[in-house]
């Protein structure tokens, strides 16, 4: 597997708040690596870079070895906990959406051939996260599982190489989410997927992950936390972390540099 993502020397600030500081990280196409860590430690910032939505103050983000642009573009979509999905479009405008404005980005309005096309392939996306049967009805009737595989449709449907997933299932219930955790599985593997993934859950972070980062800081200063930013603790691969004793906050190693 070679790298598709590289984190070189990455320093994130707001004002004098350092939230990241000194990031190395590079990841390898088809990973599925799940992101945990304390509250306001980062992840989702971490995750804003990768979706080239947050500039760092220092170092630089590559994707396929070239500087990721400042914009999201085709090669990732995201998902979130909530409010990914459009209330006032029905499930099928919603995942149209983003194939009518690749195509027509004015007016983001697609007509004859082109709209038919669009169709066929929004209906695809959605047949394979299990939403073929509600292809006309809006967000609100969906139930909240159903409203976050619409959100996994839509991020997928225009082909991205890497899923960004910002705590996707930490709103659902627990049967629901073994159920999510299998279309996960399922979508990354049929599409040779790379995905980063914040959650709150280790046990999920483990099932799910082929590497596991814990996002903290190395060092606090107790009168000002600001001054100190936090950088990746951990990484961990739950093979390795299957020989660990069951605790699974004791799973988290420290990385080689700590030791
Ligand atoms: N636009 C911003 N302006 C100022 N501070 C910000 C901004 N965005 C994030 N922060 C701060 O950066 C820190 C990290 O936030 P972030 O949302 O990345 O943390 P997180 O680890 O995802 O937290 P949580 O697990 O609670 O979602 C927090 O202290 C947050 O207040």
Redesign the pocket.
């Known amino acids: 597997m070679s790298d598709l993502l590289e984190f070189r020397d990455i320093w994130v600030e707001?004002g004098d708040?350092i939230?990241l500081e000194r990031v190395n990280l590079s990841i390898a196409e088809g990973s599925f690596v799940a992101i945990t860590?304390p509250?306001?430690?980062?992840?989702?910032?971490f995750l804003r870079l990768a979706l080239g939505q947050e500039s760092p103050a220092k170092g630089q983000v590559f994707l396929d070895g070239k500087v990721l642009a400042p914009q999201c573009d085709p090669d990732r979509g995201v998902v979130f906990q909530r409010y990914s999905v459009y209330p006032h479009l029905t499930v099928l405008q919603n995942v149209l959406l983003g194939l009518e404005f690749a195509k027509s980005p004015v007016l983001g309005r697609l007509w004859g051939r082109a709209r038919r096309d669009a169709v066929a392939i929004a209906t695809e996306m959605l047949t394979a996260v299990g939403l073929q049967h509600n292809l006309h009805v809006y967000p609100s009737a969906l139930s909240g599982g159903m409203q976050q595989r619409l959100a996994i449709a839509q991020a997928l449907v225009k082909h991205p190489r890497v899923l960004l997933l910002d705590e996707p299932f930490g709103a659902l219930d627990p049967e629901i989410r073994l159920d999510m955790h299998e279309l996960i599985l399922k979508l990354w593997a049929e599409r040779r997927l790379t995905i980063l993934m914040?959650t709150?859950d280790l046990p999920e972070a483990f099932k799910l992950g082929t590497r596991v980062l814990r996002?903290d800081k190395r060092r606090r200063d107790p009168q000002a936390p600001h001054r100190y930013g936090s950088d990746i603790v951990s990484d961990v691969s739950p093979d390795k972390a299957a020989a660990l004793p069951a605790d699974l906050a004791t799973l988290l190693l420290p990385r080689p540099e700590e030791t």
Do not use: D, N, R
Not at 39 to 45: H, L, M, V
């Open positions: 707001y708040k939230v860590g509250s306001g430690a980062g992840k989702s910032t914040v709150h996002i």
